[in-house]
């Protein structure tokens, strides 16, 4: 297994990517999933060969096109449903604490 | 009793759906505990319906092509009112206020559905050990796994608690467990399944697809799930391929090649390392009877399939983080308290997701960051581009492709949960069918050194699911 020192990915690195996806790690954690990372950037090294400056990207495999439907209108009223499997709710909304940190 | 000849069976009034669940669920009762298959058996539910089938059949009715046929549905498809987990504690709970298209499309083929299916946390993983609910092992052997992430689906088929299963497949999750478990698999063409009502992993890989005993099974439930449906925009326009009336075609000028990249050995340079060589073995005499069935088989080369792996555990893990950014405490199941709006996020996301669905988002998070966005995820999108290139190429000599499905039998419960880039050494032949969008499937073709089952994978371009099928027959046919 890579050691946390690995060039490629840092525990800086790890504990940076982990607050952006609203992940808490332990010191414990943090060294792990490091290694971890790592091992897979360092397999991810093999792309490294390739000449692909020529080459377009591909992020699905059949051209993707707009789909309309037609504008008629229906009777989905799924809301207390939805509001129901939420877990706080309050007045027909979604609950959540203050996003700023101030008191409400 | 195959899923077909039971339905035909329910239809003509010579056995009662009930009968049939009955059957199913006390093999269920009998067998459960040792191989967990399920996080949820809909026994009171599955009563219910096969009685409202026998009623309609009783009453001059046609419930369809799969009349009381049970099926175990893996436990990301969302059921409505019933439980969907995904494997994960964060979706503990939480009952979707819809049905998933491949779910409606089974109530009116007159199926069953029979329960959920234990798997890999959001479907990351190749073993099912990943689960929140702990491990469903091999009913081949209780000390392997059953291979991941549709390792439920895969392990009540192979146990007898369900003559047919849905799973998904990102980058192999329904035929590697296929293979391990000594079933049919198939991942069929991306977007001839709705995806409309399934979590989503990785958006432009994911497809839903059939697992059975027999090949004929398999093709019997993706008609019934496949066809276009107006609720995901990339689901393809045609109709579901018919595939149970080319099943007996045979391969007779067939022109069928095995992947020299994907069968390993010491005298392959350009190949993927650890293909086990009795599984390689069992390739080629699959190759062999195929060729004795009237097809021409030779050595194809698809050069970039050997970086399908490192460019997929980039791209899969990009979406993943995308996807899963939508469990957040707010909408629905699981909320661990915080003082503000991201601590509540924080605490919840910490708390209900496992290590691996961990180490994937954050591998996704860094591949799409500011300044590495180009060196991995650009790259990867590449090579992806190079790996549909390469099938286009083969496939302008070849009518289908073959390849191990897996690189080794089951392996032991416990093995490689400590180590994830040997974990993910389990999809390398399955990967690429997945990058490049095209169908391919899994086939139980005799067993390895240890007596457990090896699975040949037969690709097609494309849509051509109905070539793919008659060859898999073939096989089927030929098992030694």
């Known amino acids: 297994m890579t050691s946390p020192e690995n060039p490629r990915l840092s525990r800086e690195d790890v504990a940076h990517v982990a607050d952006l996806a609203r992940l808490a790690l332990t010191d414990d954690e943090l060294d792990a999933f490091t290694g971890q990372l790592a091992d897979v950037l360092d397999h991810a090294a093999d792309l490294d060969a390739l000449d692909l400056d020529d080459v377009p990207p591909m992020a699905n495999p059949f051209p993707l096109v707009n789909v309309l439907r037609a504008d008629e209108p229906g009777n989905d009223d799924v809301r207390a449903e939805v509001l129901a499997a939420a877990p706080s709710v309050e007045d027909g909304r979604f609950r959540v604490p203050p996003v700023l940190g101030e008191a409400p | ?480």
């Not at chain 2, 000028?253 to 293909?275: H, N, Q, T, Y």
């Not at chain 2, 180009?374 to 581009?385: E, H, L």
């Not at chain 2, 994830?420 to 086939?443: E, F, K, Q, R, W």
Request: net charge negative; hydrophobic share 40%; aromatic share 6%.
């Open chain 2, 1 to 480: 009793m195959s899923a077909r000849s039971t339905a035909a069976a329910v239809r003509a009034g010579e056995r009662s759906a009930l009968s049939v669940v009955e059957e199913h669920l006390a093999a269920i009762d009998a067998h459960e505990d040792e191989i967990h298959a399920f996080n949820l058996v809909l026994a009171d539910e599955s009563l219910a319906r096969a009685e409202e089938l026998d009623r309609r059949i009783a009453d001059g009715g046609d419930p369809g092509p799969l009349a009381g046929v049970p099926v175990a549905l893996k436990d990301n498809l969302c059921t409505r009112g019933i439980d969907t987990t995904c494997g994960s504690r964060i979706l503990e709970g939480w009952r979707p206020p819809y049905d998933a298209t491949a779910v409606e499309r089974l109530a009116e083929a007159g199926a069953v559905v029979i329960g959920k299916t234990n798997c890999d946390e959001f479907a990351m993983g190749s073993s099912t050990e990943n689960s929140a609910f702990g491990p469903t092992l091999n009913p081949l052997d209780t000390s392997r796994v059953p291979g991941g992430s549709s390792g439920g689906s895969a392990a009540a088929v192979a146990a007898g608690f369900a003559p047919l299963a849905l799973g998904s497949d990102t980058g192999g999750s329904i035929r590697q467990p296929a293979a391990l478990c000594g079933t049919v698999g198939v991942k069929p063409t991306y977007g001839r399944v709705s995806r409309y009502g399934l979590v989503a992993f990785g958006s432009s890989l994911d497809q839903i697809g059939p697992f059975a005993a027999t090949v004929e099974d398999a093709a019997l439930l993706l008609e019934a799930i496949g066809g276009h449906d107006p609720r995901d925009s990339t689901s393809i326009p045609e109709a579901s391929p018919d595939l149970l009336g080319v099943l007996g075609q045979g391969v007779e000028g067939l022109r069928i090649g095995i992947i020299s990249e994907l069968m390993g050995g010491p005298d392959r340079a350009a190949s993927v390392e650890g293909i086990a060589d009795d599984v390689r073995a069992r390739v080629e005499q699959a190759a062999e009877a195929l060729a004795t069935a009237g097809a021409t088989v030779e050595h194809a080369s698809v050069p970039s399939t050997i970086y399908g792996l490192s460019a997929y555990y980039l791209i899969a893990p990009a979406e993943a983080s995308s996807n899963l950014a939508r469990f957040d405490g707010v909408r629905f199941g699981l909320r661990v308290d915080g003082d503000t709006a991201p601590e509540m996020n924080t605490a919840t996301r910490t708390a209900g997701f496992g290590d691996e669905v961990k180490r994937r988002i954050m591998l996704g998070t860094y591949a799409l960051s500011a300044g590495y966005y180009d060196a991995y995820y650009g790259r990867s999108q590449k090579v992806r581009t190079l790996i549909q290139r390469d099938f286009a190429r083969a496939y302008e000599t070849f009518d289908l492709l073959l390849s191990p499905t897996a690189p080794t039998t089951a392996f032991p419960v416990g093995e490689r949960t400590d180590d994830p880039m040997m974990m993910y050494l389990a999809d390398v032949c399955t990967i690429p069918s997945n990058l490049a969008g095209h169908p391919s499937m899994s086939v139980p073709f005799g067993t390895g050194d240890d007596g457990l089952p090896v699975g040949v994978q037969v690709l097609a371009p494309a849509l051509d699911e109905a070539t793919m099928f008659r060859a898999a027959a073939v096989l089927e046919g030929a098992t030694p």
